[in-house]
């Protein structure tokens, strides 16, 4: 589950989940996407892998963390105070952060970029579309280690970093546009990956000691990661600065430039990952579609859910309606097909269910399996005139489970606070009215009747083309299950 709480993709993908991103979902956990790809030309089988058992193991090329009080000399170190030295040892941080940085992006464009182009494993437009402004990185940091390096006295100690930082932190804007297209980046090299030539590559370079036993994606996502880092490191400087020394007053004002860095991009990838996924979505019918999907800004989490009936699902709350889709491949791309009404959020009745308290429907195999199978579900329900839906969803763990419920709780709280309604919400999402002490309830409360909704609403989808016919989407329904879809990330 993609989970947000900004700072999210900035930090854990909480959704608001991951730059929730995604994450990663994060909690970021990405399994492979259920894309097909097709390739003209197959897999040499007889060909030896550099991963197979039989291939030499490859010594890893690991880095070695480096302190100030190592680097430079020892009878300095010893006229300075405790707190100095840990002073310069903050500061040195920084600066060997941002020359590791500065390796490991000009590492990804020689190492995976360059060759992938010249081989012609990708196009350059391909290329373009997950590499982002990467390149435009590069020489922002250069400029940053480069004045660190000049104010750094012969013994190694620095005495003033601040005015450098106040005037160097208003470029990271720049990380804007980098960071909004992670999501993107990250579906087209899940889908590439399915490309035999692709996943050789990238196997060949994993297994490579200068990989450091990181993949493509690990390179492409430390700007993101250095980039909520700045806060921790200016503070540790900060923290061990005298309150006499003329630096605090400007470490003061460069933390404040970078939270608002870090906000503002944070806002700006969340707007762009909501449009990402509601471009995405596939509607059976013009009557499926909503004003409040197309009105959302914001995608409070997402990610991947089972019904009663062992069904994955992939469900999606965006800021006020509750999507529930099947993800299905179509025209080469991962999208997400609506498998039932979109449910208002302010209308939406949650609840939290015990482990063993919902009945597994839909084969002989739910009335003979193990325990697992019957934990962490939580249902959601809608009912409104003639309209009415009831979902048992399963997470996949406990932890998982609470993330969702949570989310929930806050963007129905959220709602009814924009409507300026009275009231709280209980444990189960249920309003309660102040005047009466009556709880409000806009779903089905019987569980049998629960129950026998969660059944009746597993309509089958197609996973390959959207077709409006039923009896061709029941047919389709075992393979829909089975496919594999990208896991969510929290």
Same mark, same amino acid.
């Given at each position: 589950?993609?989970?947000?709480?900004?700072?999210?993709?900035?930090?854990?993908?909480?959704?608001?989940?991951?730059?929730?991103?995604?994450?990663?979902?994060?909690?970021?956990?990405?399994?492979?996407?259920? &894309?097909?790809?097709?390739?003209?030309?197959?897999?040499?089988?007889?060909?030896?892998?550099?991963?197979?058992?039989?291939?030499?193991?490859?010594?890893?090329?690991?880095?070695?963390?480096?302190?100030?009080?190592?680097?430079?000399?020892?009878?300095?170190?010893?006229?300075?105070?405790?707190?100095?030295?840990? #002073?310069?040892?903050?500061?040195?941080?920084?600066?060997?952060?941002?020359?590791?940085?500065?390796?490991?992006?000009?590492?990804?464009?020689?190492?995976?970029?360059?060759?992938?182009?010249?081989?012609?494993?990708?196009?350059?437009?391909?290329?373009?579309?997950?590499?982002?402004?990467?390149?435009?990185?590069?020489?922002?940091?250069?400029?940053?280690?480069?004045?660190?390096?000049?104010?750094?006295?012969?013994?190694?100690?620095?005495?003033?970093?601040?005015?450098?930082?106040?005037?160097?932190?208003?470029?990271?804007?720049?990380?804007?546009?980098?960071?909004?297209?992670?999501?993107?980046?990250?579906?087209?090299?899940?889908?590439?990956?399915?490309?035999?030539?692709? !996943?050789?590559?990238? !196997?060949?370079?994993?297994?490579?000691?200068?990989?450091?036993?990181?993949?493509?994606?690990?390179?492409?996502?430390?700007?993101?990661?250095?980039?909520?880092?700045?806060?921790?490191?200016?503070?540790?400087?900060?923290?061990?600065?005298?309150?006499?020394?003329?630096?605090? !007053?400007?470490?003061?004002?460069?933390?404040?430039?970078?939270?608002?860095?870090?906000?503002?991009?944070?806002?700006?990838?969340?707007?762009?990952?909501?449009?990402?996924?509601?471009?995405?979505?596939?509607?059976?019918?013009?009557?499926?579609?909503?004003?409040?999907?197309?009105?959302?800004?914001?995608?409070?989490?997402?990610?991947?859910?089972?019904?009663? #009936?062992?069904?994955?699902?992939?469900?999606?709350?965006?800021?006020?309606?509750?999507?529930?889709?099947?993800?299905?491949?179509?025209?080469?791309?991962?999208?997400? @097909?609506?498998?039932?009404?979109? &449910?208002?959020?302010?209308?939406?009745?949650?609840?939290?269910?015990?482990?063993?308290?919902?009945?597994?429907?839909?084969?002989?195999?739910?009335?003979?399996?193990?325990?697992?199978?019957?934990?962490?579900?939580?249902?959601?329900?809608?009912?409104?005139?003639?309209?009415?839906?009831?979902?048992?969803?399963?997470?996949?763990?406990?932890?998982?489970?609470? @993330?969702?419920?949570?989310?929930?709780?806050?963007?129905?709280?959220?709602?009814?606070?924009?409507?300026?309604?009275?009231?709280?919400?209980?444990?189960?999402?249920?309003?309660?009215?102040?005047?009466?002490?009556?709880?409000?309830? @806009?779903?089905?409360?019987?569980?049998?009747?629960?129950?026998?909704?969660?059944?009746?609403?597993?309509?089958?989808?197609?996973?390959?083309?959207?077709?409006?016919?039923?009896?061709?989407?029941? !047919?389709?329904?075992?393979?829909?299950?089975?496919?594999?879809?990208?896991?969510?990330?929290?």
């Amino acid at each position: 589950m993609v989970a947000k709480d900004y700072p999210f993709y900035l930090t854990v993908k909480r959704a608001n989940c991951s730059l929730e991103l995604p994450p990663a979902s994060g909690p970021s956990k990405d399994a492979e996407r259920s &894309i097909s790809f097709r390739s003209e030309s197959r897999p040499d089988i007889l060909a030896p892998r550099p991963w197979s058992r039989n291939a030499a193991p490859s010594s890893t090329k690991r880095r070695d963390s480096k302190l100030w009080s190592e680097t430079f000399d020892v009878c300095v170190n010893q006229m300075l105070t405790s707190k100095e030295i840990k #002073r310069q040892e903050a500061i040195f941080e920084l600066s060997q952060g941002e020359e590791d940085l500065i390796e490991d992006l000009k590492l990804a464009k020689k190492a995976y970029h360059d060759p992938m182009l010249k081989l012609s494993i990708m196009t350059e437009q391909e290329l373009n579309q997950i590499f982002g402004t990467l390149d435009s990185l590069i020489p922002l940091h250069e400029e940053l280690l480069s004045q660190l390096r000049d104010v750094r006295k012969p013994d190694g100690s620095t005495e003033h970093v601040g005015p450098i930082l106040v005037g160097w932190l208003p470029c990271l804007s720049s990380y804007d546009s980098y960071c909004s297209n992670q999501v993107a980046a990250k579906a087209l090299l899940d889908h590439k990956k399915q490309d035999h030539r692709v !996943q050789d590559f990238l !196997q060949r370079c994993l297994e490579s000691p200068f990989s450091r036993k990181l993949d493509l994606w690990n390179f492409l996502d430390i700007p993101r990661s250095r980039l909520v880092k700045y806060p921790l490191l200016l503070r540790e400087i900060l923290r061990h600065t005298p309150n006499d020394n003329p630096d605090q !007053q400007h470490l003061e004002e460069a933390i404040n430039i970078i939270q608002g860095i870090v906000a503002e991009i944070n806002t700006k990838t969340g707007e762009s990952e909501c449009r990402y996924y509601k471009e995405r979505l596939l509607y059976l019918e013009e009557g499926q579609k909503d004003s409040l999907i197309d009105s959302s800004r914001v995608l409070c989490c997402h990610g991947e859910l089972k019904n009663n #009936r062992g069904v994955k699902l992939h469900v999606f709350l965006f800021q006020e309606v509750l999507v529930i889709t099947r993800a299905v491949t179509h025209n080469e791309q991962l999208c997400y @097909q609506l498998y039932r009404q979109p &449910i208002p959020v302010k209308d939406l009745l949650l609840e939290d269910l015990q482990d063993g308290e919902v009945r597994l429907g839909g084969s002989l195999r739910g009335a003979f399996s193990n325990n697992e199978r019957i934990k962490n579900f939580f249902r959601v329900s809608f009912k409104n005139g003639s309209q009415s839906q009831t979902h048992s969803l399963q997470a996949n763990d406990t932890f998982n489970k609470q @993330q969702w419920l949570n989310c929930i709780r806050q963007a129905k709280e959220t709602v009814l606070c924009a409507a300026g309604q009275a009231g709280v919400l209980d444990s189960e999402g249920s309003f309660l009215n102040p005047t009466t002490g009556s709880r409000e309830l @806009q779903g089905e409360t019987k569980l049998e009747q629960m129950d026998q909704s969660d059944s009746e609403s597993d309509c089958s989808m197609d996973t390959s083309e959207v077709s409006l016919d039923c009896e061709h989407m029941e !047919q389709t329904d075992s393979s829909c299950g089975n496919s594999r879809h990208g896991e969510s990330n929290v």
